[in-house]
């Protein structure tokens, strides 16, 4: 199993991927990004649309990070080419270039990845339930390095990961159980919570859910008794062996002093709690723990089994390469 994700440094999962917050992405700007390996350039039309091409232009490949948003296009810096942002190109008979299918959801952007040309086989994860869950309460993000995009997300499925890593949601009291059905998931676990956390009270089993949208975005709930916390966890991919984790947490504001008061105290113990979080990680103290055997793990198996299905070989850098240097010639010939 640990071979599999060691060797998986040039595969990456189609799916929707989480680009950042829409504010990120002002009105008129330009701003080149690596996702899944592959440069993207993302710019927001004068309608407020936002576009994610590749950044080459079909001409003589130049970069159009330095060039001009024009109504709903962008315009190369070097003769002028204009795309739209499909990719196509507005001076008759040019070549287009590669496109990206971009959603926006509640101040969420994400980007379909898979072959170029590919139709979205999915909606976009819509985690966000507007009448549920109207506001963001917290959120952080977080860089991970030498991780295969599968790892951040086997947390989900992986009650032993957070008996070690995460000592303060607990002991194991229920191993995950995982059942996929295309490309929803969910996994349905329990842990004994060993410090206050949130609204979950120590010495508490807390029932955790995931439910997976896709390889690359999932939604955690945790149960104890009428307690409920809500985690959204983003993945955004750079390559085979740095991915961003999001985390954002869900709830309903409110102005009650009370209420408001209980979110207060309820935050000061999530903050504590965290930040021992990963103490072998953040290098704070090593654990004495009983090593398991996780590639016997049932759920961790039928979540490997279930990526696998999303998986693609995206053209390595030298083949981008040559492909650009082919756009090249043919824009010369022409
Ligand atoms: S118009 Fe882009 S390189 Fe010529
Ligand atoms: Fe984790």
Known sequence: MANKFLEAEKKYFRGWMFLGFSSAFPKGKIKTRKYMNEDCLLFRSE????????????????????????????????????????????????????????????????????????????????????????????????????????????????????????????????????????????????????????????????EVTAYYEGPLNDYLISKTGSNVA?????????????????????????????????DLISAFFSWNATREDAPVWNNRKPIEHDYYPHDTDKAIKAFCEWTDTFQYFPGSDDEQEKANDENRLKAVEI
């Open 47 to 206: 309608s407020g649309k936002l576009n994610m091409i590749e950044p080459y232009c079909s001409h003589f490949g130049t970069n159009m990070e330095t060039g001009k948003v024009m109504g709903e296009n962008i315009q190369c810096p070097m003769h002028g080419r204009m795309f739209e942002g499909d990719g196509a190109c507005r001076n008759a008979k040019f070549k287009s270039i590669r496109s990206y299918t971009v959603a926006e959801n509640r101040g969420l952007v994400f980007a379909w990845f898979d072959e170029p040309g590919a139709e979205p086989q999915w909606e976009h994860p819509q985690f966000m339930n507007e009448e549920e869950f109207p506001d963001i309460l917290w959120r952080h993000a977080r860089n991970l390095e030498l991780h295969h995009p599968a790892v951040p997300q086997n947390n989900g499925v992986d009650p032993r990961h957070f008996e070690f890593t995460h000592a303060m949601f607990g002991k194991v009291t229920q191993e995950g159980d995982f059942e996929a059905e295309g490309h929803k998931a969910t996994c349905k676990m329990a842990t004994e919570v060993q410090k206050p956390l949130s609204t979950l009270a120590k010495g508490n089993v807390a």
């Open 230 to 262: 809500h985690l959204g966890n983003f993945l955004t991919v750079i390559d085979g062996k740095h991915c961003k984790l999001t985390q954002i947490g869900m709830g309903k504001r409110t102005f009650n002093p009370v209420t408001r008061i209980q």
